[in-house]
């Protein structure tokens, strides 16, 4: 069956993680005109940007005594999508009162030119400008907005923030490959397998890949899923690296739209030559030869193939975010796309046509990924840069600072109850 595509299905998505997540509002969509307050509001943001300002409204100090009435924003500006997520701090972490997803392919053709496009620019901004009016709607008082690959290497990808923050309010940072890498295992290192010795986490991009080993020894034993175990889970970090291909450069590369079983085989090789170098330093492939280990992607290829996987006739975030699934699921679900026409593909509801030119390229990066370094089970995680963002953020504040031991509740007899 035909599912959304383009916008309308990237906001069925950001809708549905929302109300997964205890939403308290169904307007995660890209919608209409926004309100005449938060239009008022944005016009009038100070000169460094709403970011900043919501920064010093609510940045504390991790001394402070948190506030229950904190609002929390991060924003992920990508080659491929921006994403935003709003929160609020809870007893297990944070509760996503709104969130807000978009594929602007900012990075389109910038590996030819060397330049954002006005095309992809506009396309941006008027993404941005739906996620400042939800920020200001939601009163938010303490935000981090990053960017990533195409704004690192553009050569005007600073006049394009510059501009961004003049019509949005938006102060947005470009962050470093290894900040970018440490946030996505923050974001989700709640679902690694303590029970094994090694986990790659990787999150395939549309203009980078990151992947990082963790050697779970590192972890302690009494972690708790807080948001301070979160961060502290960087620590078990044994390498990293960051690959300069992700799906929107790789199948600008190779073509995207009609792929071969060759073809296909190409944009594989061409991974693993780039894999080479980092394997050759740090020997991983004999690290973790007899070991319990496990790959956790955060991406939209691996929720793409999830997706695919669990046959769901729409996508469905509170059945692929944390579901297992094994290398032969993957290879089958990677062959019979290469398969299917691009149409087909299209037709794919998990898919649609934002991603039909794109899901093919994540696919061959995951396969060069299984070929270097064997592991026959992968779990998804439908999280990543932004909720790292929030746990650092709440974290920061002072949010986790819950008291390891309560006091004895004092005995009431049944009468007195």
């Known amino acids: 069956m035909n599912g959304p595509s383009g ?6 998505m950001a809708s549905r993680e929302s109300k997964s997540a205890r939403s308290e509002t169904g307007d995660c969509g890209d919608g209409g005109a926004p309100p005449q307050g ?42 491929n999508n921006c994403r935003l997520l709003i929160a609020k701090p809870s007893r297990r972490g944070f509760v996503v009162i709104d969130a807000f997803s978009r594929i602007i392919r900012l990075g389109e053709g910038v590996l030819t030119s060397g330049r954002l496009s006005d095309a992809a620019m506009n396309r941006t901004v008027e993404a941005l ?35 961004a923050r003049r019509e949005t309010g938006l102060a947005i940072e470009v962050v470093t490959r290894e900040t970018e890498a440490k946030l996505a295992v923050s974001g989700c290192s709640s679902l690694l397998d303590r029970s ?20 779970l020894a590192r972890v302690g034993h009494q972690w708790r899923r807080t948001l301070i175990d979160r961060l502290d889970v960087q620590n078990a970090i044994a390498a990293w690296t960051s690959l300069p291909i992700g799906v929107v450069n790789l199948a600008e590369r190779h073509g995207g739209r009609d792929v071969t079983q060759a073809g296909y085989e190409a944009m594989v090789a061409d991974v693993m030559g780039a ?27 691996v929720t793409t193939i999830s ?22 699921d993957v290879r089958a679900v990677s062959a019979d796309l290469i398969a299917m026409s691009y149409a087909e593909r299209v037709a794919q509801p998990c898919i649609g046509q934002e991603r039909a030119d794109l899901v093919l390229a994540g696919c061959a990066i995951l396969e060069a990924l299984l070929r ?11 999280r990543g840069l932004r909720e790292g963002i929030l746990a650092t953020l709440m974290a920061e504040d002072g949010h986790d600072r819950r008291p390891m031991h309560r006091p004895p509740r004092r005995f009431r007899p049944p009468h007195e109850r």
């Not at 010795?197 to 963790?214: H, P, R, T």
């Open 307 to 328: 997706g695919i996987h669990l046959k769901l006739p729409a996508y469905e975030r509170s059945r692929v975010d944390g579901c297992w699934l094994s290398a032969r």
């Open 196 to 215: 094994c010795d090694w986990a790659l986490v990787f999150d395939i991009g549309g203009g980078s890949s990151e992947l990082i080993w963790l050697d």
């Open 372 to 382: 270097m370094w064997p592991c026959q089970r992968l779990r998804v995680a439908d």
């Open 275 to 301: 894999l080479k170098d980092f394997e050759a330093s740090h020997g991983f492939g004999k690290r973790i030869a007899g070991r319990r280990a496990h790959f956790l992607g955060t991406s939209g290829t």
């Open 38 to 79: 938060a239009t008022r509001a944005r016009s009038s943001a100070p000169d460094h940007g709403l970011v900043g300002a919501a920064e010093r409204r609510g940045d504390t100090g991790a001394q402070a005594r948190p506030s229950s009435s904190l609002i929390y924003g991060a924003l992920d500006l990508g080659t």
């Open 7 to 12: 916008d309308a299905r990237a906001a069925a």
């Open 129 to 163: 400008k739906i996620c400042s009016d939800k920020m200001h709607r939601r009163s938010v008082t303490r935000a981090r907005a990053i960017a990533t690959e195409a704004c690192r290497i553009a050569a005007n990808g600073e006049e394009f923030l510059d501009r």
